[in-house]
């Protein structure tokens, strides 16, 4: 779904590029190469463009968003994060874990240890969100995403709705976030520690911007750095000038090989994201709800998301499962189903609603977690092209607000089981899934059966009689059952009484007696 440039447009391209080369600083020499590569090897037309998000408080984050009270996250005894809170009180990352304790013994700190599980699931769940921007995509280090935006530019309607989409829905999660855009994920990544990141009034920037970072941040290359340091090189400004076959002697072939994926003349291949079996997406309100209307914008958020999912993966769900997360920890649990799968995000919406309505809170509630495992390949539905708009609603759908609305053992459908004798075969079912079985090739059967079989009266002649003589006119139908246990023989036929209407019933081959056991509609 890339744009595809002609060749006339491909040259301008290019000439853009070698414009903004001649007008760029001399620090940036050495991308010319990189830039020819980036213009004249697009595949397709694509030009690749990486957009680099950055959760700087990850570690804090994942496991709680409150801002209103001082809180600190510890790893090996030292301070890795704090929120604002706790750094207006002297906090600061790298504090001694025995000066942030002195704190909390005269001030209300909390102190939490780093959980990176919690870290890798919150990845997960922005991974699955994510997915909806761009399918290609991957987790970078501890703390970021890379998303390949490059390809999905036209399906978004250009570069700014696209951020634009992307900073909605990181904000509607409460996350922090540093972004950074450049035609690599490296250099989209360093870009995300520059104040411009994503600067999409002068995209071309991105090696200027550059050239002003700290070599610092090069932390997987500490020796290479180190040296650097030493002899005065602070810069990427600074080492971007040096011939590589210099730099490779002095810092080694791992940091040139990094700077040539950095600038594109190198491929930097990261496999892709793909979707796990089952969904589960999370929202924290940072304050305590009270009331279930208050837990609806985070449930409509949720639905969307995972419906978006669904959609993009070509899967369907007949169930969501619901947490309600409270400040102690203390989860509640709400399943929401559907006798159809689907990915139609009203339709949950308004079921889930229905159970809220049922709900009654224990406590307050801090957190929503949104569950689906029961993820089925998507059929599509039969559409009547020519049915008019207005029409009427399905029968599952009113099924399934009626046992949102009542309960689920409220509602009974009638369904089939493998059996041969008809009175076991039907019975009544709470299970919105069940579904009847179809009856044999050539068989006519009642929809009504009677409780029991009602013996019927037969005259001298041989004539059935139920509130008048009865006319065979269909049948036999032998069925026959339970050998095993007590063998059962009939011969099923359907009779027409004097009024017109027609019966069912069957003749016991083994007691040699009629029996009326069902009516015809």
């Not at 997915?131 to 399906?155: A, F, H, M």
């Not at 609603?393 to 607000?401: G, M, Q, T, V, Y």
């Not at 179809?438 to 009642?446: C, H, K, L, N």
């Not at 013996?455 to 026959?480: M, T």
Request: hydrophobic share 40%; glycine share 6%; with cysteine.
């Amino acid at each position: 779904m890339g744009n595809r440039l002609d060749s006339r447009q491909r040259t301008a391209q290019y000439c853009i590029y070698v414009q903004h080369y001649i007008a760029a600083p001399a620090s940036t020499a050495l991308t010319l190469e990189a830039l020819a590569s980036m213009a004249a090897g697009t595949q397709g037309g694509r030009v690749s463009l990486w957009l680099c998000l950055r959760f700087p408080q990850l570690p804090l984050q994942c496991q709680t968003l409150d801002e209103t009270q001082p809180i600190v996250v510890l790893e090996q005894q030292r301070v890795l994060r704090a929120n604002d809170c706790a750094s207006a009180m002297g906090v600061h990352i790298g504090m001694a874990a025995a000066g942030v304790r002195a704190l909390a013994a005269e001030l209300p700190l909390q102190l939490r240890a780093r959980d990176t599980a919690a870290e890798q699931h919150c990845l997960q769940q922005l991974c699955c969100w994510a997915y909806g921007i761009s399918p290609r995509l991957y987790i970078w280090q501890e703390d970021c995403l890379q998303l390949e935006i490059g390809s999905c530019l036209t399906l978004h309607r250009g570069l700014n709705t696209l951020l634009r989409t992307v900073r909605h829905g990181i904000e509607m999660r409460g996350y922090r976030v540093d972004t950074g855009l450049a035609p690599t994920p490296k250099a989209a990544w360093l870009l995300s520690f520059h104040a411009e990141g994503s600067d999409t009034d002068n995209p071309e920037a991105w090696q200027e911007h550059i050239a002003g970072l700290p070599l610092a941040l090069l932390q997987e290359f500490p020796k290479a750095v180190t040296a650097l340091e030493r002899a005065g090189l602070r810069y990427f400004s600074d080492i971007l000038t040096l011939p590589e076959a210099a730099l490779a002697k002095r810092c080694g072939q791992g940091l040139v090989h990094y700077l040539r994926q950095m600038l594109g003349r190198a491929t930097d291949l990261e496999p892709d994201y793909q979707p796990p079996q089952q969904f589960s997406d999370q929202y924290w309100f940072g304050y305590e709800a009270k009331t279930t209307a208050e837990l609806l914008p985070a449930v409509e958020q949720l639905l969307q998301s995972l419906c978006g999912f669904l959609r993009q993966t070509q899967l369907q769900s007949g169930q969501i499962d619901w947490q309600l997360l409270s400040a102690d920890r203390q989860k509640q649990h709400l399943q929401v189903r559907s006798s159809s799968r689907h990915s139609d995000w009203a339709t949950w919406y308004q079921l889930t609603r229905l159970q809220l309505d049922r709900l009654t809170l224990r406590s307050g509630v801090e957190g929503l977690v949104l569950e689906c495992k029961e993820l089925l390949a998507g059929h599509s539905a039969a559409i009547d092209l020519f049915s008019p708009r207005n029409q009427r609603e399905p029968l599952h759908a009113l099924l399934d607000r009626l046992r949102s609305r009542l309960g689920l053992q409220a509602i009974h459908t009638i369904s089939c089981r493998d059996e041969h004798l008809p009175e076991l075969a039907v019975y009544l079912s709470t299970e919105p899934s069940a579904q009847p079985t179809a009856v044999p090739p050539g068989a006519q059967r009642p929809f009504w059966l009677l409780p029991e079989p009602q013996p019927l009266a037969r005259k001298e002649n041989g004539a059935l009689y139920w509130y008048g003589q009865l006319q065979l006119v269909r049948g036999p139908e032998r069925i026959e059952d339970r050998w095993w246990q007590e063998p059962v023989s009939r011969d099923y036929y359907i009779a027409r009484g004097h009024g017109g209407q027609y019966y069912w019933l069957f003749h016991d081959r083994r007691q040699r007696c009629w029996y009326l056991h069902g009516l015809f509609a």
